[in-house]
């Protein structure tokens, strides 16, 4: 659904936590997170809602697991870890759940890209169904 989609600016954002979490480039890690924009916008808008509300909350939260009150793209390397780390050990079940929802779709648009396939000798897959 369009309006679940990530703007430029999200997309940015997410770019660079999915570029710490998978210890990726930052070329890969963007059209990961160009992916995230296309599944968001395909998804029923259930799963889209949440998705999108668990990548709002990732991007915008860092005031509330490490102090600091600023967009998790503007967090220092060190700190940014550190906030990613509190989000994946949260002992709060809907707080890790969230986290490892963005990324378990984010994976998909990761083990398809193909920079990744290439690393690990497999073919690439067929264009069926991807966005221009």
Do not use: C, N, Q
């Not at 890969?28 to 889209?48: N, S």
């Not at 967009?71 to 990613?84: I, Q, S």
């Amino acid at each position: 659904m369009e309006i679940f989609g990530l703007g430029e600016g999200a997309r940015a954002r997410l770019a660079i936590v999915l570029a710490d979490v998978f210890g990726e480039t930052s070329d890969v890690a963007t059209d990961v997170a160009t992916f995230m924009d296309g599944y968001l916008r395909d998804a029923p808008v259930l799963a889209a809602f949440g998705l999108r509300a668990a990548i709002w909350a990732i991007l915008w939260l860092p005031v509330v697991f490490v102090g600091r009150p600023l967009p998790v793209d503007a967090l220092a390397p060190a700190t940014r870890a550190k906030y990613l780390l509190r989000w994946s050990d949260s002992r709060i079940y809907l707080v890790r759940e969230a986290f490892y929802l963005v990324k378990a779709i984010a994976l998909f648009g990761w083990g398809a890209h193909p920079k990744v396939r290439a690393r690990f000798a497999m073919p690439l897959l067929p264009l069926v169904g991807r966005r221009a």
